[in-house]
C-alpha cells in the first residue's frame, strides 16, 4: 500500500459522514443505542412487525417475508452466519501450510531483492534460496512493523489468521547470512543496518475487490449505512454469501485493531471522490478460490491508537452495519471480554511465536487497555445484535 499522509488530529472531532461521531467507548458511552445494523431477519414471521428504537431516534417497520421452505437459511440463531455457509469458505492459508512457510522463510537467504509488487518505494520483493518470494516490508517507521506483526498474531488470537498470508520478522544484517547474497542491493536501499523489517509470504495471481451492499452501494450514494433486508440476504447466491461471511470478519477485525487503511480510507476519501465504493478496497484482495486476503496491517494496533480520535468516526458506523457474525469470531471476542485478557493472549502468542519480539517490544499499558475496550465495544454490540 502507497504510503499516508499523517492526519492532523483536530481539536474536536466532528460528526462522522453518516452521523455518528466520536466512539461511544472513547465517551465512556455504551455499546447499545439505536443505530441500525447489518441483520437479516429470517426468523421474523412473515407478518408485518413494528418496533420502536429505543432512545427515539426512529421508528421502522420489518414486513420481508421468509425464503421458500426448500431454501436454507444462511443465518441461525438470528445473528450468526450457518455452518453450512461457513463450510464454503475457502480455507486460506492453513495453520500447518503457513507454519511450515515461516520455519523455511526464516532458514533461507535472500537470493535477490527487486522493486515493485510490495507497495512502497522502500519495500522490495524477494526471492528466498527455497524458491519462495516473500514481500520485505521497511517501515517508515518502527511502529508500523509493530503493528504489522501484532495483527498478524492477534488474528490468530480471533481464529482468522488464515485470512492474512503468513509473515514474520527479519533483521537486516548486512553481514549477517541471510543477507549476505543481497548486500549490495542493501547499500541502494537505504535501509538502516539493524532494522527489522517484515517479511510476508507472496500470493499469486490475486485480483481486486469492491465492497458489497451495503457498503459500496449506499456508501457511493453518500447516505448512511443501512442493513441488508432480509429479502436481499435470502435470495443473495452462495457466492456473495461466502464473501460476506469474510466481510463481517474483516471489519469486525478492522474495528479492534483501529486499521483506517483499507475500507476506511475508501470512506474517507468519499468527501473528494464520490465514487470511490466502487473501486478497488485498500490492501483487500481476493485469491483465486474466491476467499479474501487481508493485506498490508502496519495501521494496526500501534498506528491506528494513535489516531483514533480522526478515524474511529469512520470505524464504528462500519461496525455498526455488521450484525451477522461467525460463530467462533463471536465466541472468541466474549472470552476475551469475560477474562479481560486480550493483551495477554496477544502477548503470549506473539512472545511464543515470534523469535524477533523483543526487537519491536509490545504494546504499551495504554494500547493494551484500548485493545481490552475495544474487545469490550464489540462484545456489546454483538449482545445488542442478539436482543434485536
Known amino acids: 500500500a502507497a504510503a499516508q499522509?499523517?492526519?492532523?488530529?483536530?481539536a474536536e472531532q466532528p460528526p462522522?459522514?453518516?452521523?455518528?461521531?466520536r466512539s461511544p467507548a472513547a465517551r465512556g458511552e455504551s455499546a447499545g443505542g439505536g443505530q441500525k445494523t447489518f441483520r437479516t431477519l429470517l426468523a421474523v414471521p412473515p407478518a408485518a412487525t413494528d418496533r420502536e428504537e429505543r432512545g427515539g431516534e426512529e421508528r421502522f417497520a420489518v414486513t420481508d417475508s421468509l425464503p421458500p421452505a426448500n431454501t436454507p437459511s444462511p443465518v441461525e440463531r438470528g445473528i450468526f452466519w450457518s455452518r453450512e455457509l461457513e463450510e464454503q469458505v475457502p480455507p486460506g492459508f492453513a495453520a500447518e501450510e503457513a507454519a511450515a512457510w515461516l520455519s523455511a522463510a526464516r532458514a533461507a537467504r535472500v537470493a535477490s531483492l527487486e522493486r515493485g509488487g510490495c507497495g512502497r518505494s522502500s519495500n522490495r520483493l524477494a526471492r528466498l534460496s527455497d524458491g519462495s518470494r516473500a514481500c520485505v516490508r521497511y517501515g517508515i517507521n518502527p511502529e508500523q512493523i509493530q503493528g504489522e506483526a501484532l495483527s498478524y498474531h492477534l488474528a490468530g488470537v480471533l481464529g482468522m489468521?488464515?485470512?492474512?498470508?503468513p509473515m514474520a520478522l527479519a533483521l537486516v544484517e548486512t553481514r549477517g547470512r541471510q543477507w549476505e547474497p543481497v548486500r549490495e542491493e542493501l547499500r541502494g536501499s537505504h535501509w538502516a543496518e539493524g532494522a527489522v523489517v517484515s517479511l510476508t509470504r507472496w500470493v499469486d495471481n490475486l485480483t481486486a475487490v469492491v465492497a458489497p451492499a451495503p457498503w459500496g452501494t449506499e456508501a457511493s450514494a453518500g447516505r448512511r449505512l443501512q442493513p441488508l433486508s432480509a429479502g436481499e440476504l435470502g435470495g443473495l447466491p452462495p457466492s456473495q454469501l461466502v464473501e460476506l461471511v469474510q466481510w463481517s470478519d474483516l471489519i469486525l477485525f478492522d474495528y479492534l485493531t483501529a486499521n483506517f487503511d483499507r475500507l476506511v480510507?475508501?470512506?474517507?476519501?468519499?468527501?473528494?471522490?464520490?465514487?470511490?465504493?466502487?473501486?478497488a478496497t485498500s490492501n483487500l484482495l481476493r485469491a483465486p478460490d474466491g476467499g479474501l486476503v487481508f493485506m498490508d496491517n502496519e495501521a494496526g494496533l500501534v498506528h491506528g491508537y494513535r489516531l483514533l480520535a480522526m478515524w474511529d468516526p469512520y470505524n464504528e458506523p462500519l461496525l455498526r452495519s455488521v450484525c451477522v457474525f461467525r460463530e467462533g469470531t463471536a465466541r472468541r471476542v466474549a472470552e476475551l471480554h469475560r477474562r479481560r485478557s486480550a493483551a495477554a493472549e496477544l502477548r503470549r502468542r506473539y512472545r511464543a511465536r515470534e523469535p524477533l519480539w523483543a526487537r519491536l517490544g509490545f504494546l504499551s499499558e495504554r494500547q493494551a487497555e484500548l485493545l481490552q475496550a475495544r474487545v469490550d465495544f464489540v462484545h456489546r454490540h454483538i449482545a445488542h445484535c442478539r436482543a434485536q
Open 5 to 10: 499522509p499523517e492526519p492532523r488530529l483536530p
Open 16 to 21: 462522522g459522514r453518516w452521523g455518528w461521531g
Open 161 to 165: 489468521q488464515e485470512r492474512l498470508p
Open 265 to 279: 480510507s475508501n470512506l474517507f476519501s468519499l468527501q473528494w471522490d464520490p465514487r470511490v465504493m466502487r473501486r
